[in-house]
């Protein structure tokens, strides 16, 4: 059973840091691209950054030069380290991985961003 469970969400003021995570479990970690996603209200989900099997990253224009995307394939873990964060970063930011030719999401955690 596949499962992606993210954390490290919460609230931040803008120019502040988050760091989020993304535990993954029944897939062959290493051998899988991992994306981070994010869906603000009323908005549509859009990807934020992807990080390949061979380490690769891609990054949205919205978010270059400000969110760094990273893996621990020894723990399974994809991280988004978030910098410079501003309101309209605010949004439910969810990891997904394609094992197998099915996509598979995390619950999401919420990062809000306003003082």
């Known amino acids: 059973q596949v499962q992606l469970v993210e954390s490290g969400g919460g609230l931040v003021q803008p120019g502040g840091s988050l760091r989020l995570s993304c535990a993954a479990s029944g897939i062959i970690f290493r051998l899988v691209n991992m994306e981070w996603h994010r869906q603000a209200p009323g908005k549509q989900r859009e990807l934020v950054a992807v990080v390949t099997s061979g380490d690769i990253p891609n990054y949205a224009d919205s978010v270059k030069g400000r969110f760094t995307i990273s893996r621990a394939n020894a723990k399974n873990t994809v991280y988004l380290q978030m910098n410079s964060l501003k309101p309209e970063d605010t949004a439910v930011y969810y990891c997904?991985?394609?094992?197998?030719?099915?996509?598979?999401w995390g619950q999401g955690t919420q990062v809000t961003v306003s003082s």
């Open positions: 997904k991985a394609r094992w197998i030719g099915t996509d598979y």
